[in-house]
T-cell receptor
């Protein structure tokens, strides 16, 4: 399996622009997680889906952030409008089941908002 | 209530030495405690995990020690190698909680020759 796939790997944009991050989970996995990593705040869970349904979005920082999972093989995280403080590495992870199964992380998208 | 506190923030160990990273939690409902390892430019990857029914788990040079009464757990890396240089995150989750992990703040480990 190719693992969790994220695109783009790097994104540089200007403040106010819309940013869309994409994730393809591992085939067969039914849970998907979006994380944000910064030096100041570490690794934060933004939102997670189970069977394509958003379960917990309490980590989404504000209304500028939205996430969708239209099917089992694709998810997006959108920031509109983007701000410099959104600069971070965004990770997508997937897993199977609701127990103690391992979360498999993608390589991340490094976002820089100027 | 869902925090996991991790220390130290950074650690330098000589090759062959023992690296020790500590974590503490408050939520007694946590029942799964994994450690993730992250190399620069990569996503975190599961290293080793423990459930609270045991006090220790060992996999090769990596050992988790778990103290349920103190609500603490730690990662020990024996015979540390330069290739172990990475950032280590402890985490915790609740069975039935959708595998939602709460991560510690991370420890940047450097193993020097």
């Amino acid at each position: 399996d190719a693992g969790v796939i994220q695109s783009p790997r790097h994104e540089v944009t200007e403040m106010g622009q819309e940013v869309t991050l994409r994730c393809k989970p591992i085939s067969g996995h039914n849970s998907l997680f979006w994380y944000r990593q910064t030096m100041m705040r570490g690794l934060e869970l933004l939102i997670y889906f189970n069977n394509n349904v958003p379960i917990d979005d309490s980590g989404m920082p504000e209304d500028r952030f939205s996430a969708k999972m239209p099917n089992a093989s694709f998810s997006t995280l959108k920031i509109q409008p983007s701000e410099p403080r959104d600069s971070a590495v965004y990770f997508c992870a997937s897993t199977y089941g609701g127990g103690w199964e391992t979360q498999y992380f993608g390589p991340g998208t490094r976002l820089l908002v100027l | 209530q869902q925090q996991v506190k991790q220390s130290p923030q950074s650690l330098i160990v000589q090759k062959g030495g023992i690296s020790i990273i500590n974590c503490a939690y408050e939520n007694t409902a946590f029942d799964y405690f994994p450690w993730y390892q992250q190399f620069p430019g990569k996503g975190p990857a599961l290293l080793i995990a423990i459930r609270p029914d045991v006090s220790e788990k060992k996999e090769g040079r990596f050992t988790i020690s778990f103290n349920k009464s103190a609500k603490q757990f730690s990662l020990h890396i024996m015979d540390s190698q330069p290739g172990d240089s990475a950032t280590y995150f402890c985490a915790a989750s609740i069975l039935g909680g959708g595998n939602k992990l709460t991560f510690g703040t991370g420890t940047q480990l450097k193993v020097e020759l």
